[in-house]
């Protein structure tokens, strides 16, 4: 039983691959500017005909995790101004706070992420449903005349074996 296509897994594809070669610098700028260029035309595109949320992603990822860590940092420093008490709370609590925060970013972007995907996997899911739903219309004349037809020979079958049993009927 095959359970998922191939294009599933294509996410994880580079789990699976060998170890490529270090990339040269060239390679490296050219793909960052492709990244920029696409996060740029994700951002004009002003009617939404692209969907940019996998090069917006993570752009707004790394300024989140800015914040994640700033936040318990400027507690800390606020809580040391309070008093020294709170500042020492404040210390042993700022790194399990960046972590949560972390962690919760994480896991919001990935279920934007998914989310993303499957609209996708939706859009592709319509496509074929409509497809179907056209070939069907297209059987269905034909199909209509064949069920008729299938009717009509049956009906007279029906007579002709009702036949039979009254002439057997008759002779007895």
Not at 8 to 21: I, K, M, S
Not at 77 to 85: G, I, P, R
């Amino acid at each position: 039983m095959v359970a998922e296509s191939y294009d599933e897994w294509d996410e994880y594809a580079e789990f699976w691959q060998e170890e490529e070669p270090s990339p040269s610098r060239f390679d490296v700028v050219q793909r960052v500017f492709a990244w920029v260029s696409a996060a740029a035309k994700g951002l004009l595109d002003v009617r939404f005909k692209r969907i940019a949320t996998k090069d917006l992603l993570p752009i707004v990822y790394v300024v989140a995790l800015f914040v994640a860590v700033v936040i318990p940092i400027a507690l800390t420093v606020v809580a040391f101004q309070s008093s020294a008490a709170a500042g020492v709370i404040a210390l042993v609590l700022a790194p399990v706070i960046a972590l949560t925060l972390a962690a919760t970013v994480r896991l919001v972007f990935e279920l934007i992420l998914s989310m993303a995907r499957l609209a996708g996997k939706v859009v592709f899911l319509t496509e074929i449903a409509s497809d179907i739903h056209k070939s069907m219309e297209e059987l269905s004349e034909p199909m209509q005349q064949v069920s008729a037809d299938l009717r009509s020979v049956q009906f007279w079958r029906f007579k002709d074996r009702r036949q039979a049993v009254a002439q057997r009927a008759a002779r007895r």
